[in-house]
T-cell receptor, first 120, second 112 residues
Framework: GAVVSQHPSRVICKSGTSVKIECRSL??????MFWYRQFPKQSLMLMAT?????????EQGVEKDKFLINHASLTLSTLTVTSAHPEDSSFYIC????????????????FGPGTRLTVL | SQQGEEDPQALSIQEGENATMNCSYK?????LQWYRQNSGRGLVHLIL?????REKHSGRLRVTLDTSKKSSSLLITASRAADTASYFC????????????FGRGTSLIVHP
């Protein structure tokens, strides 16, 4: 199946710093990328959806100025957690889809391995 | 957007036994997908079943979908210790944002 990578896999940072997480589709063009956050023993919560070349669409309650998403190419999307605080510590997962989302057919999302962010 | 709800939240079985997990949802859907997540890892897509399908198989996995009851089940036959993971269902709501939303998952432990 398609491969999606994330980098870094783990990051520990001090409160107030910014952290950038990369999500790459390695063998297909990702028209749409999704960013999720997962707290321990909880479900994945969608943070935002990004289409290549356009601004990301954020879910309600997600601060777009705090979680900056850039989907500059068909193989790369980045999530930057700005001025991170301990409450931002979480597991961040990206996923990618090779087709635009349509009303009838939905391409399978391929998930990255996740990034564990710990803010001290 | 709606959320699938898995049941049970936790399941502990012996290797070789079958494991059944259920997912219920509230509104009409285009499709339902099952994913597996090993501890601290990303999700692995298992099966997508569309709203006009009733059953799908993939290896030791069998997924059923009952749209009249708004429920789906994932059956893992002859379980192995390596099947230990959390399993999530994700539903894509008809007329919605077409973005799957996830339940809280079922934590499966298979004892060797």
């Amino acid at each position: 199946g398609a491969v999606v990578s994330q980098h870094p896999s783990r990051v520990i940072c001090k409160s107030g710093t910014s952290v950038k997480i990369e999500c790459r589709s390695l063998d297909f063009q990702a028209t749409t990328m999704f960013w999720y956050r997962q707290f321990p023993k909880q479900s994945l919560m969608l943070m935002a959806t990004s289409n290549e070349g356009s601004k990301a669409t954020y879910e309600q309650g997600v601060e777009k100025d705090k979680f900056l998403i850039n989907h500059a190419s068909l193989t790369l999307s980045t999530l930057t957690v700005t001025s991170a605080h301990p409450e931002d510590s979480s597991f961040y997962i990206c996923s990618a889809s090779g087709l635009p989302i349509t009303p009838v057919l939905t391409d399978t999302q391929y998930f990255g391995p996740g990034t564990r962010l710990t803010v001290l | 957007s709606q959320q699938g709800e898995e049941d049970p939240q936790a399941l502990s079985i012996q290797e070789g036994e079958n494991a059944t997990m259920n997912c219920s949802y509230k509104t009409s859907i285009n499709n339902l997908q099952w994913y597996r997540q090993n501890s601290g890892r990303g999700l692995v897509h298992l099966i997508l079943i569309r709203s006009n399908e009733r059953e799908k198989h993939s290896g030791r996995l069998r997924v059923t979908l009952d749209t009249s009851k708004k429920s789906s089940s994932l059956l893992i036959t002859a379980s192995r210790a390596a099947d230990t993971a959390s399993y999530f269902c994700a539903t894509e709501e008809t007329g919605g944002s077409y973005i799957p939303t996830f339940g809280r998952g079922t934590s499966l432990i298979v004892h060797p």
